[in-house]
Structures are given as C-alpha cells and as structure tokens.
C-alpha cells in the first residue's frame, strides 16, 4: 500500500541553488541533478527581480526585507550578501533553520572570497573556488548537461531591423 505524504511535513530537501551578483547577473547554478525547465539564468534573473521588487514594496511599508516566498511545490529562500546574492530552492517542511544557514553562508563566501565577488567582473573562470565552496557547503553538483548546452548553444541570429525610407 503506497502512502501519500504531504510535502509539507517531509524534510526540506535543496534542488537548486543560484548565486547572483547584486546587480542579478547569473553567478554559479548548482543543482541535485533535477532539470529546472527553463534556463537557469533567466531563473536566477527572474528570482533577482522579484526579491528587488517585494523589497521595494515592503520597504515603502516600513517592513524589512523579504526572507522567504512559497512556491505551489518549492519555497525559495533569499540570502543577501554586500556584493552577491544567493537563491536556494527547496521541497519539504518550511525551514527557518534554512534561512539562517542561507544568510550564514553568503556572509561566509563573501569574507572568503572578497577580492573576487567585490571585484567580479563577469569572468565566471573567477568563481571557480566559490563554486567548490558551495558545492561543499550544500553537496550539490553543476549541472553538466546545463552547462555543455549553454556553452555550445550557437549565438541568435539577429535579424536586421527593416530600412524605413
């Protein structure tokens, strides 16, 4: 007899972890192997964007800055930094505990790496130890098949705009 558990009071288990500069260009994508549908850059910038506005938003109400958000099947945990910005996804029971280590971690990488993350130029052969050490920090992989897409994917093919005479 199979027993349907609801997610909500299984373990919290992390799928994804994306790390962003502050300005939300994609930095390091690691993953526990699952697909996430979409490019894992317009998802990080996606994640980016929305920390940006809610905390606008909340901001403007006197609140402070948005920690968490739920998700249909994953709840999203934001940790900020000075200079990078770190998105876990996770299923399972919500885990304040998770967004302690979240906050803990990005301070952690930052005082170990900040020559490379305050002066990180887009260059991501820079985060080649940042990403070792959430790797470490999370066992969690880079996703290869991801990462030989995005390498080889050929450039779009711009059409010209049309000449208006």
């Excluded at 506005?53 to 998700?71: C, K, P, T, W, Y």
């Excluded at 505990?97 to 930052?110: P, S």
């Excluded at 959430?134 to 991801?146: A, M, T």
């Amino acid at each position: 007899m199979k027993v349907s558990v609801p997610m909500a009071w299984i373990r919290p288990v992390v799928d994804h972890i994306f790390l962003v500069d502050r300005g939300g260009v994609p930095m390091v994508h690691l993953s526990r192997g699952l697909p996430t549908g979409a490019d894992p850059d317009l998802i990080a910038s996606m994640f980016t964007a929305i920390v940006a506005f809610m905390n606008q938003s909340f901001h403007s109400m006197g609140h402070a800055d948005v920690r968490s958000i739920e998700l249909e099947d994953y709840q999203v945990v934001f940790g900020r930094g000075h200079h990078i910005l770190m998105f876990l996804l996770y299923h399972g029971r919500e885990s304040n505990r998770l967004e302690r280590r979240v906050a803990r971690d990005v301070k952690e990488l930052e005082r170990h790496h900040a020559s490379v993350l305050g002066n990180w130029d887009g260059d991501t052969d820079r985060l080649v130890d940042v990403k070792r050490d959430l790797e470490r920090l999370w066992r969690l992989r880079e996703r290869q098949d991801v990462v030989e897409v995005l390498r080889t994917k050929p450039a779009p093919v711009v059409d010209a705009p049309p000449v208006i005479r």
